[in-house]
């Protein structure tokens, strides 16, 4: 993450909370479901105005899953939320069997996904859950990068017929994408800057690591093309391929384990239609620790200076 001071910062949990309600009068058959987080999770903005539209299923989050399940199979719209380690890890049965599996039109807004959850810990860090919902037939995964993109997320998910997995974060983050040309569309990413050196290809948190990376390698006549993927699942496999083609060299950035997110989604990618040498930076099959979102991401490597190093060691 960057350290200017002056970029507007928002954590993309707090987007879902707030495109949740401000969606909520355009999709009549949305209804929340949450774990006993509402406030954390920020479910709180929507149960305050839609009261009659917000179920609290208590801590069971597996059996949350289930009363989506049956409020999609009437007709209604159910975005199920809860911190991503309970979402994915300790419902995932439920997720593959109840949801995934009858494809159901369910959404799950996942928060506190990652390091960033800082001072919570290993136990709450969950660097697992998009390697663990890629592995679900039918199912969307999404990890957006700001808030302008978490609200474009929730409006594309609830746009969309089926499941739907989207990772949100606790910490604040810049802003990147507030600009007149946006355009979002589940499965499609986009190229945040022109190069010809390296690419980088980044997701979540790290999209703005990616671009501090950028300018700094610049700076030492290495030209970065930035791809930006929301959508890892079903992932935009043209825009990696072209920009692999262009490039010869491609560096994946996650706040993720490096086995089964997105540094393994683009390897695929590549390794069927156009190989090329890949250097994948997240978490390296380690557990997270306790400390400040800040001091853990500058720890893995995962800040603007960590990629520039990286990508400086790869070159």
């Given at each position: 993450m960057m350290a200017d001071t002056n970029v507007k910062k928002i954590a993309t949990r707090e987007s879902y909370g707030n495109a949740l309600k401000e969606l909520a009068e355009e999709f009549p058959n949305l209804v929340v479901l949450d774990a006993d987080l509402a406030a954390a999770t920020k479910t709180s903005v929507f149960r305050k105005a839609y009261p009659d539209r917000h179920i609290d299923c208590g801590i069971a989050e597996s059996n949350m899953m289930g009363v989506a399940a049956g409020l999609s199979l009437v007709g209604k719209i159910p975005f199920v939320s809860s911190f991503a380690m309970f979402a994915a890890g300790r419902a995932f049965e439920q997720v593959r069997n109840s949801v995934g599996y009858p494809h159901l039109n369910v959404k799950i807004g996942a928060t506190h996904a990652g390091i960033t959850v800082g001072e919570d810990g290993a136990t709450h860090q969950c660097n697992e859950d998009i390697a663990l919902m890629r592995t679900i037939p039918g199912m969307v995964v999404m990890c957006p990068a700001d808030d302008v993109e978490a609200k474009a997320a929730v409006r594309a998910a609830l746009e969309h017929e089926g499941p739907v997995y989207i990772r949100f974060g606790r910490a604040a983050v810049p802003v990147i994408n507030d600009r007149p040309d946006y355009a979002f569309a589940i499965g499609k990413g986009s190229i945040l800057r022109e190069g010809s050196?390296?690419?980088i290809v980044a997701t979540g948190i790290c999209v703005d690591s990616a671009l501090g990376a950028a300018g700094l390698l610049e700076a030492e006549g290495i030209s970065a093309e930035v791809v930006s993927i929301c959508t890892i699942k079903p992932l935009d496999e043209d825009i990696v391929?072209?920009?692999?083609?262009?490039?010869?060299?491609?560096v994946?950035?996650?706040e993720h384990s490096v086995i089964g997110g997105l540094g393994s989604a683009v390897c695929d990618a590549l390794s069927a239609s156009h190989p090329t040498r890949v250097k994948k930076l997240g978490?390296?099959?380690?557990?997270?620790?306790s400390g400040s979102a800040a001091a853990l991401v500058q720890k893995y490597g995962l800040d603007a200076e960590g990629v520039y190093r990286s990508v400086k060691e790869f070159m």
């Open positions: 050196d390296v690419t391929i072209n920009s692999a083609k262009k490039t010869g060299r491609v994946t950035v996650e978490m390296q099959d380690v557990f997270g620790e």
